[in-house]
């Protein structure tokens, strides 16, 4: 079975330095991989995704992850944060040999920005 | 194009009382997705459904819960007789196919009393 693993449950970073988000998975298929982000009090919305083709995404707002099929992960990272970027992470995975395309989802990160 | 909507976006219950929960998917997408988010937790899947169909239901309590997409109108999660354990914040997503991404809705929080 597929899981999600969101190493860190808060991230706390300053204003204008770098950050990294990490999360693994484990999965014996290949798999579709998405970063979603929540601001407070919202739904999630779409970061980024990964389903095939170059291992570095660009998503919106500043924000690339990289897949690393040998580590299995797929860690979200962003060169200097703003205080916008508080929100809560979610990483999740889909196999794509899944009929049902259900997301398996991490627990989540929360980014502190310190100003 | 408006996104997924749900509503109501705050709903409160007193314990035993029906609560009923409505998205609509985007324009064009056939697959609606329920989750559930307890405070200070992920997202657990709760069911998802085509257009008339339950396909996955896996993640849904066997009792109290239903959800059904029907032809004309918005999806609906019904939770019967609520207990306080069924305080979460609800999600909606939709996609216009399988494999597509998922569209999230703003939520509803169920708060019971």
């Known amino acids: 079975a597929q899981s999600v693993t969101q190493l860190d449950s808060q991230v706390p970073v300053f204003e204008e330095a770098p950050v990294e988000l990490r999360c693994n998975y484990s999965s014996s298929v290949s798999v579709y991989l998405f970063w979603y982000v929540q601001y407070p009090n919202q739904g999630l919305q779409l970061l980024l995704k990964?389903?095939?083709?170059s291992t570095l995404v660009k998503g919106i707002n500043g924000f690339e992850a990289e897949f690393n099929k040998s580590q299995t992960s797929f860690h979200l990272r962003k060169p200097s944060v703003h205080i916008s970027d508080t929100a809560e992470y979610f990483c999740a995975v889909t196999p794509p040999a899944d009929s049902n395309y259900q997301l398996i989802w991490g627990a989540g990160t929360k980014l502190i920005i310190k100003p | 194009n408006a996104g997924v909507m749900q509503n109501p976006r705050h709903l409160v219950r007193r314990r035993g009382q029906e609560a009923r929960l409505r998205c609509s998917p985007m324009k064009g997408h056939s697959h609606v997705y329920w989750y559930r988010q307890l405070p200070e937790e992920g997202l657990k899947f709760m069911v998802y459904l085509q257009k008339e169909n339950i396909i996955d239901e896996s993640g849904m309590p066997k009792e109290r819960f239903s959800a059904e997409f029907p032809k004309e109108g918005p999806s609906i999660l019904r939770i019967q007789q609520v207990v306080r354990g069924d305080s979460a914040a609800y999600f909606c997503?939709?996609?216009?196919?399988?494999?597509?991404?998922?569209?999230f809705g703003p939520g509803t929080r169920l708060t019971v009393t």
């Open positions: 990964y389903l095939s083709g």
């Open positions: 997503a939709s996609s216009p196919r399988i494999g597509f991404e998922q569209y």
